[in-house]
Nanobody, 120 residues
Framework: QVQLVESGGGLVQAGGSLRLSCAASGRTFNSYAMGWFRQAPGKEREFVASSRWSGGRIYYADSVKGRFTISRDNAKNTVYLQMNSLKPEDTAVYYC?????????????WGQGTQVTVSS
């Protein structure tokens, strides 16, 4: 059973930074892409960023390019999302996701989500 457990969300002022972590377990993820989606109140879930465990191309949503960075620690089976220059419109529940396909459209596996709130 695949498990994705997020941590690191919280409340931050606009312009600040947060780092989200996602610990993955339950299978071998070498052939998988890992990433992040988010859902703001009243909006649909949207793609944020993704990367393969094995390296290669990294994808970012246009809205976060230059501000967010996805990275991974293969030894720890952990994926990170470093979020800098946060804006109030980044407020959302952030979900860690995994899938064999990239770019991600409908990921197969989802974490429980972590809340990020950016105050103005």
């Amino acid at each position: 059973q695949v498990q994705l457990v997020e941590s690191g969300g919280g409340l931050v002022q606009a312009g600040g930074s947060l780092r989200l972590s996602c610990a993955a377990s339950g299978r071998t993820f070498n052939s998988y892409a890992m990433g992040w989606f988010r859902q703001a109140p009243g909006k649909e879930r949207e793609f944020v960023a993704s990367s393969r465990w094995s390296g290669g191309r990294i994808y970012y949503a246009d809205s976060v390019k230059g501000r967010f960075t996805i990275s991974r620690d293969n030894a720890k089976n952990t994926v990170y999302l470093q979020m800098n220059s946060l804006k109030p419109e980044d407020t959302a529940v952030y979900y860690c996701v995994a899938d064999v396909a990239q770019p991600m459209i409908r990921p197969s596996y989802w974490g429980q989500g972590t809340q990020v709130t950016v105050s103005s």
